[in-house]
């Protein structure tokens, strides 16, 4: 069994609860009340920006130039193809580009990026690859799960899953999958334990995500 099919494993119940959890049906069935998915684009957009950011330090970190070349090309389209693309899907279901900007993260959001980010700025490549596979690999497992379901009739819903099943995404996923399975592949025991850990971190905070963006969540104080 690869690194990876291991640390997908381990998070295997987790994985479990994000496709059980009710916003994630509601995306796939259509019946996601359209204000929770406002929110959840716009903690999104803030989260992208922070994402971003990971995959600079990913780039920087690669000891190959080839390697460096396809995160920087990550980033690129991240950067400048999808959040261009998720501007134009918050306007057009409802979200100012004034309410975008202005979108402060919740503490949810605020938790995960930290995490991220203290991962890229003090590890090396490997560890911030598990960091960001529990995102980039699941949000490819999401949208396949939900469409062998078969596609909801409402369109913002049918795109995201579209976008998140396309080719391109995929072969994006299945990529960073396997740079972690050949950078593991001299890896120790300790060292498999320290990723597992970052793994099983980002899948959780994979899954709050998602039930923050279906209760709104807001700082309470």
């Known amino acids: 069994m690869s690194l990876f099919a291991r640390l997908q494993e381990d998070a295997a119940p987790i994985r479990g609860r994000i496709l059980a959890h009710p916003f994630v049906r509601g995306l796939g069935d259509g019946t996601l009340p359209g204000d929770q998915y406002q929110y959840y684009l716009r903690q999104d957009y803030v989260f992208l920006i922070e994402y971003c950011r990971v995959l600079a330090l990913a780039s920087a970190r690669a000891a ?10 990550l980033l690129n389209q991240t950067l400048n193809v999808e959040m261009d693309l998720h501007r134009e899907t918050c306007w057009s279901c409802g979200i100012s580009p004034e309410a975008l900007e202005d979108t402060r993260p919740a503490p949810t959001t605020l938790a995960y990026t930290n995490h991220l980010r203290l991962v890229a700025e003090t590890s090396e490549l490997p560890a ?17 799960t939900l469409r062998s379901r078969g596609l909801p009739r409402v369109p913002a819903y049918e795109n995201w899953i579209k976008a998140y099943t396309s080719d391109e995404y995929a072969a994006a996923a299945r990529w960073l999958a396997g740079q972690l399975d050949r950078l593991g592949e001299e890896i120790s025991a300790e060292g498999e334990a320290a990723l597992r850990e970052i793994f099983v971190t980002s899948a959780r905070y994979e899954y709050l995500f998602f039930d923050m963006a279906q209760r709104m969540e807001e700082w309470p104080i």
Not at 64 to 73: I, K, L, P, Q, T
Not at 128 to 144: D, F, K, M, N, R
């Open 64 to 73: 190959e130039v080839a390697v460096a070349g396809r995160f920087s090309d």
């Open 128 to 144: 911030i690859v598990t960091a960001i596979l529990p995102c980039a690999h699941g949000y490819w497992e999401i949208a396949s």
